[in-house]
């Protein structure tokens, strides 16, 4: 089984020129921060993969972890060790022990936006990275795209086109390729103060993972 790493942008990526700005200043304002891109985290033999939107400034650009250091990490990964993907405690840091089981973590941009909101083409440039993840992981059978655009890039990704299938909180589609395609709402603080996403609601997501992953008999 190959175990082949997929490709990522270099530390100093400089494809997309308003990131690069943005990055190379929080540099000076930030000078202990990762401000680079970030890598995926988690085992190249996972079966699920999860692709986020962008880091966020004071969390993922600051550790150089996806989804750590922010709210959305917090509900992200107790999730995720709820349902046997991940061990170890979650404590906001890169150096906490948390490690992930049968499942990677990407984002559909790797470096942070300003004000945590990409444009087209900045997605349309990181497409490669996501696309090399999909087509390196050699037991990938499952995909939580978190937020409409994730749910977009994913498509992109695979060469299908975005109206392929619509996204819907915990719809699953099956993808030509036999990929199945989960979709939830970002688990945001934004999303789970104005009530769009319960605790419920995304756990209901990856239990419908888990059930696809690993039918009762």
């Known amino acids: 089984m190959s175990t082949a790493a997929p490709d990522a942008p270099a530390s100093d990526c400089p494809i997309c020129p308003r990131l690069s700005a943005f990055r190379h200043a929080n540099q000076e304002k930030f000078p202990s921060f990762h401000n680079a891109p970030v890598p ?20 993922a650009n600051q550790t150089g972890r996806p989804f750590t250091g922010d709210y959305a990490g917090d509900l992200l990964y107790a999730t995720l060790k709820k349902f046997g993907f991940a061990r170890g405690d979650y404590d906001k840091r890169p150096d906490d022990g948390l490690s992930l089981h049968d499942c990677r973590i990407t984002n559909a941009v790797r470096c942070v936006p300003p004000e945590n909101k990409p444009t087209t083409q900045e997605s349309k440039e990181c497409l490669g990275f ?21 749910h977009g890039s994913v498509l992109s990704a695979l060469g299908l086109r975005k109206s392929h299938c619509k996204f819907a909180h915990n719809s699953v589609h099956e993808l030509p390729n036999g990929f199945l395609l989960i979709d939830s709402y970002h688990c945001s603080r934004y999303n789970t103060n104005t009530g769009r996403l ?20």
């Not at 995926?40 to 969390?59: N, T, W």
């Not at 996501?130 to 087509?135: A, F, Y």
Request: charged share 25%; net charge negative.
């Open 40 to 59: 995926s985290f988690g085992p190249l033999d996972a079966r699920l993969l999860i692709v986020g939107l962008a880091p966020g400034l004071k969390g």
């Open 130 to 150: 996501l696309t090399s993840e999909l087509t390196t992981l050699p037991r990938l059978k499952a995909l939580v795209a978190l937020g409409g655009i994730a």
């Open 198 to 217: 319960t605790e419920e609601m995304f756990e209901d997501v990856f239990r419908s993972v888990r059930n696809r992953l690993d039918p009762e008999d």
